[in-house]
């Protein structure tokens, strides 16, 4: 089963929104709202920063929100700041084998 | 508060054995079902195993195609540890290997990792 397919690369001002999007099938994204987002700095582990589709923990600014429309989930990152440039990772739980899948990631640059 | 600390990667043949190690600390380890997910240099993040709170309980134990047959997940719930015995090493293993929990289907807490390179 193939990863979720999320784009290589996003970019944006400082100040800026950028949208990373998390498409996947209706066996996963689309079937559940088991949807979670990841951030990874260089060298480091990943930080969850949405789970639920929406979820903030606890720590994480309102600057970063979730959605999800059918089989397509989305991170949104508002206010952009030059600490926000790293990786970013959806996961979905899928009803069907393998339980997880992590899409393959976006690179987010800060200009 | 929360710990994850791996141990155990290091150079390996293709062909041999490794066995990694998660010391868990901070939260009622014996509630939480425990995953390994790994990454490949300068690749994205792959869910690899997971094992479930209660080790008697049918299935409670699940494999990536990739690794299935070759890796076994086990805990120890009174030492309040996961491992992952890795045999028959494989070129494409070579990665870090994260373990990672949370309170639901999500990864809250996720350890350094271990970097585990196969080569000869």
């Known amino acids: 089963q193939s990863a979720l397919t999320q784009p290589r690369s996003v970019s944006g001002s400082p100040g800026q929104s950028v949208t990373i999007s998390c498409t996947g099938t209706?066996?996963?994204?689309?079937?559940?709202?088991?949807v979670s987002w990841y951030q990874q700095l260089p060298g480091k582990a990943p930080k969850l920063i949405i789970y639920d589709v929406s979820k903030r923990p606890s720590g994480v600014p309102d600057r970063f929100s979730g959605s999800k429309s059918g089989n397509t989930a989305s991170l949104t990152i508002s206010g952009l700041q030059a600490d926000d440039e790293a990786d970013y990772y959806c996961c979905s739980y899928s009803g069907s084998h393998p339980n997880w899948m992590f899409g393959g990631g976006t690179k987010l640059t800060v200009l | 508060e929360v710990q994850l600390v791996e141990s155990g990667g290091g150079l390996v043949q293709p062909g041999g054995s490794l066995r990694l190690s998660c010391a868990a600390s901070?939260?009622?380890?014996?509630?939480?079902?425990m995953h390994w997910v790994r990454q490949a240099p300068g690749r994205g993040l792959v869910w690899v195993s997971r094992?479930?709170?209660?080790?008697?309980?049918?299935?409670?134990?699940t494999y990536a195609d990739s690794v299935k047959g070759r890796f076994t997940i086990s805990r120890d719930n009174a030492k309040n540890m996961v491992f992952l015995q890795m045999n028959s090493l494989r070129a494409e293993d070579t990665a870090v290997y994260y373990c990672?929990?949370?309170?639901?289907?999500?990864?809250?807490?996720w350890g350094q990792g271990t970097l585990v390179t196969v080569s000869s």
């Open positions: 094992v479930n709170s209660d080790e008697s309980s049918k299935d409670h134990t």
């Open positions: 209706s066996s996963d994204v689309g079937g559940y709202n088991y």
């Open positions: 901070g939260f009622t380890f014996s509630n939480f079902w």
């Open positions: 990672a929990t949370g309170t639901g289907y999500e990864y809250d807490y």
